[in-house]
Nanobody, 114 residues
Framework: QVHLVESGGGLVQPGGSLRLSCAASRSILSFNSMKWYRQAPGKQPELVAVISSIGITNHVASVKGRFTISRDIAKNTVYLQMSSLSPEDTAVYYC????????WGRGTQVTVSS
């Protein structure tokens, strides 16, 4: 059983920053990829960023230059550094991993509001 636990969400003012963490219950190198998704109220889930098993990263256009996905292999943790946040970034952020089977965390709420 794989567990993914997100943390780091919260309330932040526009222009602010947050760093989300996703701690996995086993080596993150065992996954084909790890991703961050987000789902805003009333909207479909949106892929935000992905990091492959060999560390190649990609970010959706709407967050490029503002968000950065990274990882700490020793800590089995993937991060999402978010800056220049806007109200449009408000959503529940989910961590995802796959090894042929898909695993999801429970999500962490990010609210950007003044």
């Amino acid at each position: 059983q794989v567990h993914l636990v997100e943390s780091g969400g919260g309330l932040v003012q526009p222009g602010g920053s947050l760093r989300l963490s996703c701690a996995a219950s086993r080596s993150i190198l065992s996954f084909n990829s790890m991703k961050w998704y987000r789902q805003a109220p009333g909207k479909q889930p949106e892929l935000v960023a992905v990091i492959s098993s060999i560390g190649i990263t990609n970010h959706v256009a709407s967050v490029k230059g503002r968000f950065t996905i990274s990882r700490d292999i020793a800590k089995n943790t993937v991060y999402l550094q978010m800056s220049s946040l806007s109200p449009e970034d408000t959503a529940v952020y989910y961590c995802y991993a796959d090894d042929g089977i898909q695993y999801w965390g429970r999500g962490t709420q990010v609210t950007v509001s003044s």
